[in-house]
């Protein structure tokens, strides 16, 4: 009855015809066949009610459709009411000013230009890992900021769910939330979001995102830095937190690798820095997230602290897998490097062994090397490593549901697939699927050329979850 409700004050308002207007006289007589044709009227009324506008590369027309479609997303987000959307064909979108999203305006990209429904945006193995991603638009729609300003921001809390959905956010910088910056009711949803830096003299948050109590889910955010230096003859701490993202919200069903959060003292002194959270600094919600090859490391301090190679977590973590993280504390007279997946504080079902001799045991293709990648066959690895559960692994429904809010429960793994079958759980950010087995990607197959673990060596190990 609720859209009843929507109709009615439409019709009080003046702002449907005639013909819609007489359906209120049909309605208040009853008849529950005359109602179902309201209710059919209605639903084709409230769909034709929503404008789509519509924005391609180089576009130059008014964004009534595709073949009209404009350049520029701003003005077609300005032009649009809480409803409305905004199709953003793929191309690379060069961000002179800072997008403001709009309360209610779901933005969407990866289309080829001609699609007349969300679900028909093409995707395909772009990465070649073996399987098709929910990030992995064949058209991607890249909206780069050039290295110069934040691209994607949210100014203040939504009284409606708004999601951009399937862009990639690239080359933001700013001090808090690079890439891009949410509030509540703010959703990013199968996006990337990648080679975003925020960075200031003092303390830099979230990289890639800052997310002040919105949703990030089924995104990868990978090779984003928080960055903070001491600079000049005034001694100040330095302290950088979320080197992919800083979260005060949900991040859910997402890819976390090769982000950090890094401190350097350019000018000595007395000077201190802090360093949390390479892959994520988390006061808020994670859950089914694989968080890998993160990078927390300071340099150069007269005291220097990292914490939490992977993420730094105050808040609450749900089954996730936490792997190959590290620490790097470099100083004059001493360096040390550490594999770090420690999390400390609420988890449940989080596999965050400290040791990688077991990755082959239990992973399908688990990464050779720990911390950021700092060469091109190292990325490429990054980007097909696969975290599935192999058949046997010891991570096989050995969790448990107690204290899972029902979200978690009834959500996917990272997958795709039901997180909880036949009342079990497994342990990390996948379920075991007998089928993922049989994809079989080696080095040899892919040009993937292993490099000597540098850090191998050196470690204690704390060969167990952490639940
Ligand atoms: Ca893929």
Redesign the pocket.
């Given at each position: 009855m609720k859209q009843f409700g929507k109709l009615n004050r439409a019709m009080e308002a003046g702002t449907i015809s005639k013909n819609e207007a007489s359906l209120k006289s049909l309605m208040s007589k009853g008849n529950l066949k005359l109602l179902v044709l309201v209710t059919c009227l209605f639903m084709n009324f409230a769909g034709q009610a929503e404008t789509i506008r519509y924005v391609k590369l180089n576009g130059t027309g008014d964004g009534s459709s595709w073949a009209n479609a404009a350049g520029n997303i701003q003005t077609m987000l300005n032009a649009s009411a809480s409803g409305d959307q905004v199709w953003i064909a793929g191309g690379s979108y060069l961000i002179a000013t800072t997008l403001e999203m709009k309360n209610g305006v779901n933005v969407y990209g990866g289309f080829q230009g001609s699609e007349s429904n969300i679900n028909a945006r093409p995707k395909s193995?772009?990465?070649?890992?073996?399987?098709?991603?929910p990030w992995?638009f064949t058209n991607a729609t890249i909206l780069d900021g050039q290295k110069a300003r934040r691209v994607l921001n949210q100014a203040n809390a939504f009284e409606a769910e708004t999601t951009w959905d399937g862009i990639t956010i690239t080359k933001g910088k700013n001090e808090t939330g690079a890439g891009a910056y949410i509030r509540a009711n703010g959703k990013l949803n199968n996006c990337i979001v990648t080679n975003n830096r925020a960075e200031y003299m003092r303390i830099g948050r979230g990289g890639g995102i800052y997310n002040d109590g919105g949703t990030v889910s089924n995104c990868t955010v990978y090779e984003n830095t928080a960055y903070g230096y001491h600079s000049g003859s005034v001694v100040f701490d330095v302290r950088t937190e979320g080197g992919g993202v800083y979260n005060k919200g949900t991040v859910s069903n997402c890819m976390v690798f090769n982000n950090s959060s890094n401190s350097v003292n350019m000018t000595g002194g007395n000077a201190q820095a802090a360093a949390y959270g390479g892959g994520i600094y988390n006061v808020g919600i994670i859950n089914t997230c694989c968080i890998y090859n993160n990078k927390a490391d300071v340099n150069g301090y007269s005291k220097q602290q990292c914490f939490g190679g992977g993420i730094s977590n105050g808040g609450t973590v749900y089954y996730s897998t936490i792997l190959n993280n590290q620490i790097v504390k470099v100083s004059a007279s001493s360096s040390s490097r550490e594999i770090d997946n420690k999390i400390y504080g609420i988890n449940y079902g989080v596999i965050c062994i400290d040791e990688n001799s077991d990755l082959e045991q239990n992973f399908i293709r688990p990464t050779s090397f720990v911390g950021t990648a700092y060469q091109d066959a190292q990325i490429t690895e990054l980007l097909r490593a696969d975290w599935r559960l192999k058949q046997g692994s010891q991570y096989i429904e050995v969790g448990s549901l107690a204290e899972l809010p029902d979200w978690v429960i009834n959500g996917t793994d990272l997958a795709g697939n039901p997180r909880v079958s036949n009342g079990k759980i497994s342990l990390g950010a996948y379920e075991f699927d007998p089928t993922a087995s049989a994809i079989k990607l080696t080095p040899a197959d892919n040009g993937i050329k292993i490099y000597p673990n540098p850090v191998s060596e050196s470690f204690g190990s704390v060969a167990k979850p952490c639940v």
């Open positions: 193995d772009l990465d070649a890992n073996g399987k098709v991603e992995e």
